[in-house]
């Protein structure tokens, strides 16, 4: 008898799982790590532009764009909250 932390079972299940259904059904999330350009473009346009189009010019979510203004410390002006 193997005498297994609760870590250890966990991990040991999920290897299971992932060699019996395959790890396409485990999908990872890659993030991009923002660039310079793109902070800077966040800081300069999300005062005055929609999200929406900051989003497609940075070819990021409309999400990711509001959580980097937040981080950011930047709120929309009156004129286009």
Known sequence: M???S???YKEMEEK???EMLGK???KER???QWTVRE???VEEYYPTISS???AKLLRRSQQ???IMAYKLGIKKSTATS
Do not use: G, L, N, T
């Open 24 to 26: 396409s059904i485990f």
């Open 52 to 54: 929406k189009k900051i």
């Open 30 to 32: 890659h993030r991009r």
């Open 16 to 18: 299971v799982a992932v």
């Open 6 to 8: 609760e870590k250890k």
């Open 64 to 66: 990711a764009i509001r």
């Open 39 to 41: 902070v800077r473009a």
């Open 2 to 4: 193997h005498d297994w």
